[in-house]
């Protein structure tokens, strides 16, 4: 069975995905988003089209929406700040995970040895195919529809949870206060109760003289960062109370 036999089925199956995402009318700007390379490879001919291009102009559409977002929803962050946020949002990780949402691996057309060693799952392939069906949804529908597609699944992210990519919420909550001022947050020690080998240690996190948020953990350090996350969730209360 050659390449184009052997992605047969993930043609055919296209109109699913176009119903999924909305898509009106003809499908070939789709069905490029989807073709990776690797199905080119020892048969191209003039004309054939991978998704590359798509993808660099889906990489571009992408940032200046999330950019765009960011920059109207925390007018207080400095440059940093936002650079931060925008590259968490719309990391490699964080995109391989829209993709899956939409099932893209299910759709990917790629060479048959890709395909039989599952490469249509790996994180840097989904992201790629989500980057070009951003660049071809955009091209086949206009910025409006793109927009609505790219928003849909990145609102929740950019109302409450991009700190959920980092690890370092203390880091996220120091790099937020310094667009106020130059003051630094600190975790003062509430308690530390139970046995020796069975603490729980309780701190408070404290800017400007106000406590933000209380955490316990199984050690300072993991308290600290729970309050600091805790903080983060609530930045929209306590924002602009602070540093005034």
């Not at 048959?112 to 980057?131: P, T, V, Y």
């Not at 409006?144 to 849909?152: A, I, R």
């Not at 980092?166 to 667009?179: F, N, R």
Request: charged residues 25%; aromatic residues 8%; neutral net charge.
């Amino acid at each position: 069975m050659d390449t184009i036999e052997y992605n047969k089925d993930r043609v055919a199956a296209l109109p699913l995905l176009a119903k999924k995402l909305g898509w009106q009318g003809d499908t070939t700007l789709l069905q490029q988003a989807l073709t990776h390379p690797t199905y080119f490879e020892g048969q191209r001919s003039e004309g054939d089209q991978d998704n590359q291009r798509l993808e660099f102009l889906g990489d571009s559409i992408l940032g200046f929406i999330v950019a765009r977002e960011l920059f109207k929803r925390n007018p207080g962050a400095d440059e940093g700040y936002l650079s931060k946020t925008r590259a968490a949002l719309v990391c490699e990780g964080s995109l391989a995970d829209l993709a899956r949402d939409l099932d893209l691996g299910a759709y990917i057309i790629m060479g048959k040895g890709s395909l039989k060693n599952g490469e249509q799952n790996r994180n840097s392939i989904l992201a790629d195919a989500f980057e070009a069906v951003t660049g071809a949804i955009y091209l086949a529908q206009g910025l409006k529809p793109v927009e609505d597609f790219l928003l849909t699944r990145f609102t929740p992210e950019l109302e409450a949870k991009v700190g959920d990519r980092y690890e370092d919420y203390k880091g996220l909550i120091q790099m937020l206060v310094q667009t106020l001022d130059e003051r630094h947050v600190s975790y003062p020690l509430l308690a530390a109760e139970g046995p020796s080998h069975q603490r729980t240690f309780t701190v408070a996190l404290v800017y400007c003289g106000k406590t933000l948020a209380k955490a316990s953990g199984p050690s300072k350090k993991e308290a600290e960062q729970r309050a600091a996350r805790l903080a983060w969730q609530r930045r929209e209360e306590w924002l602009p109370k602070v540093g005034r």
